[in-house]
């Protein structure tokens, strides 16, 4: 049985690879931090088929202690800080961890006796690209193996050290070292502060609070009005203000991004580390999309066709330097790993949707929960509504869902 041990196994893509190996009837071993809450949410369904071992990839020794202890075949490096915003604001931090992380599991290999028994899997990124990118003759923008490098932020610059460490130790000391230079991968389990999430998680947290207010009120449809950055509730018969939501507060629309399922993407790493060879790879769809044509798709599954209300831009989620064009070439990938994506971009948007209305609803189920205004406030919309009667409601057309305007 071939063991695997996977530094950043609570992540998202963490938890798919940790399924997928299993599937292919691997022994796992996942690295967790100590922290004083739960982290285990995504892997908390394969628990009791894998092994956790608590571990810090910035504490050298214990790195070099974990991969003594567990002997693995192969090595996955996942953890980072991964949030290119918050490395602007933390810097150090990204530095120590995003760099030095794999430092540390790289330097515990090379001293390693089974050194040139391990085969290791560094989670490289698009962003090392930066502001660079290649033209095909049509003037069509791409990145692949050969773009230079030019990095827009510290978790980019860490990224781009730790890169080249692997590319030293493969080349240098003869260690089967790849790296995954992965596009950007979403999924269901993506964190909720990245942008894909952060529009699909407020998309079904609307959808949830509209039903749970419907249900509350006894309604059947509602009117919206629009302030600066709420949407508010009106009763569609006797015009009552009932609530309001907060509206979704984003940063730059216009930066596009090659964006792919993460189930796909892990698969590439495995096949990385399959090969005799070590080397790097492009993994990307080939397809670049801006946020507003991921806005476009996302809204279109709840049947919104223009979300330029619900949305506010907001200065705070513009970051000091930006990458505006990542379109990834994967025909390395494809040709020699035989690797292709399966999940399209509108499939990844849906699913993303999907499961976030059906989390947000069940979540909502609660009437109490749903208001975000005060219980006294909405005791006084209540008896409104009543004393206008529920008869005059009653009579209000089959609710679809929220009319604008
Ligand atoms: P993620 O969800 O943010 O997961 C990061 C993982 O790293 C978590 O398990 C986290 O543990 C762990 N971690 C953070 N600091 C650590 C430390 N000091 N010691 C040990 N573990 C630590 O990221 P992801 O989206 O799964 O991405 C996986 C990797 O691929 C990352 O290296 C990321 O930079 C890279 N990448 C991602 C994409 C993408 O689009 N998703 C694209 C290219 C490259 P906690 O749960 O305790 O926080
Ligand atoms: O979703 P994002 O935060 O992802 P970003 O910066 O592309 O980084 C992700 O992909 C990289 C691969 O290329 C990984 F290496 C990295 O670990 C991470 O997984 O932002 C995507 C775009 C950016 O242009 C950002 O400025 O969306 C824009 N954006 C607009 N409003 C926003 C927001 N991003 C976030 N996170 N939050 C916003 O409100």
């Not at 909720?192 to 039903?211: A, H, L, Q, S």
């Not at 996302?298 to 831009?313: E, G, T």
């Not at 209540?382 to 206008?388: A, I, R």
Request: glycine content about 6%; hydrophobic content about 35%.
């Amino acid at each position: 049985m071939k063991k695997a041990l996977i530094f950043g196994i609570t992540g998202q893509d963490g938890s798919y690879l940790a399924e997928m190996l299993l599937e292919k009837g691997y022994e796992v071993t996942g690295v967790t931090r100590r922290v004083s809450v739960n982290t285990t949410e995504r892997i908390s369904h394969i628990l009791h088929k894998i092994n956790i071992v608590e571990g810090d990839i910035t504490d050298g020794f214990n790195v070099m202690r974990i991969i003594e202890d567990f002997k693995p075949d192969e090595v996955y490096s996942l953890a980072a800080q991964s949030h290119v915003g918050t490395s602007f604001s933390q810097p150090n931090l990204t530095w120590d961890v995003t760099a030095g992380g794999v430092l540390n599991i790289l330097e515990a290999i090379r001293h390693s006796d089974r050194c040139f028994d391990m085969r290791f899997y560094q989670a490289s990124t698009s962003e090392l690209f930066g502001k660079n990118y290649d033209e095909t003759e049509n003037g069509e923008k791409f990145q692949n193996e050969k773009t230079q490098f030019m990095p827009q932020s510290p978790y980019a610059v860490a990224k781009m050290a730790a890169h080249n460490m692997v590319r030293i130790y493969r080349e240098g000391y003869g260690m089967h070292a790849s790296s995954g230079i992965l596009f950007n991968h979403e999924s269901e389990r993506r964190g909720e502060d990245f942008v894909t999430r952060k529009i699909t998680k407020w998309i079904g947290g609307f959808i949830g609070f509209k039903e749970a207010l419907r249900r509350e009120y006894n309604l059947k449809i509602f009117k919206t009005e629009f302030s600066e950055d709420k949407i508010v509730f009106k009763c569609g018969v006797t015009n009552q203000v009932l609530s309001s939501y907060p509206k979704l507060r984003l940063g730059n629309l216009d930066a596009s991004r090659d964006w792919g399922h993460a189930k796909d993407y892990v698969r590439a790493m495995w096949m990385m580390l399959q090969r005799t060879d070590p080397d790097d790879y492009v993994i990307a769809t080939g397809e670049a999309h801006t946020i507003r044509e991921f806005l476009d798709a996302a809204f279109c599954k709840i049947d919104i066709l223009d979300w330029s209300h619900c949305v506010v831009i907001d200065p705070e989620f513009y970051r000091p330097a930006e990458v505006e064009y990542l379109r990834g070439d994967r025909t390395k990938a494809t040709d020699i790993l035989g690797w292709e994506p399966e999940i399209s971009f509108k499939e990844l948007a849906f699913r993303m949707v999907d499961h976030d209305v059906k989390t947000q609803r069940l979540q909502r189920s609660n009437l109490q929960k749903i208001s975000t205004n005060s219980s006294k406030t909405r005791q006084v919309h209540m008896s409104d509504v009543q004393e206008k009667g529920k008869e005059s409601l009653a009579q209000c057309p089959p609710y679809n869902e929220v009319e604008f305007g």
